[in-house]
């Protein structure tokens, strides 16, 4: 298993679950838009934005894991 392409993919849904919730405080007190809980969605876009956090972290390990097996194979 790839962990760079697990924590792009975990990128991409952060991404998306920050978007989703942001455009959801967006139409906050639009007519025939559904009620919002700004509440859950502030709390989703904190959890958007340490998933998003977390899969950086992830990249730079597998970066730092890479360059240190390329040092040792180049010894």
Do not use: C, H
Request: charged share 20%; aromatic share 6%; hydrophobic share 45%.
């Amino acid at each position: 298993m790839d962990p760079i392409s697990t924590a792009r993919y975990g990128l991409m849904a952060a991404s998306r679950r920050f978007e989703t919730s942001a455009t959801n405080v967006a139409r906050m007190g639009v007519e025939g838009e559904p009620d919002v809980d700004l509440a859950q969605e502030t709390v989703g876009m904190i959890q958007a934005k340490t998933a998003f956090s977390a899969n950086l972290s992830v990249i730079g390990f597998a970066q730092d894991m890479w360059d240190s097996l390329l040092k040792i194979q180049s010894r």
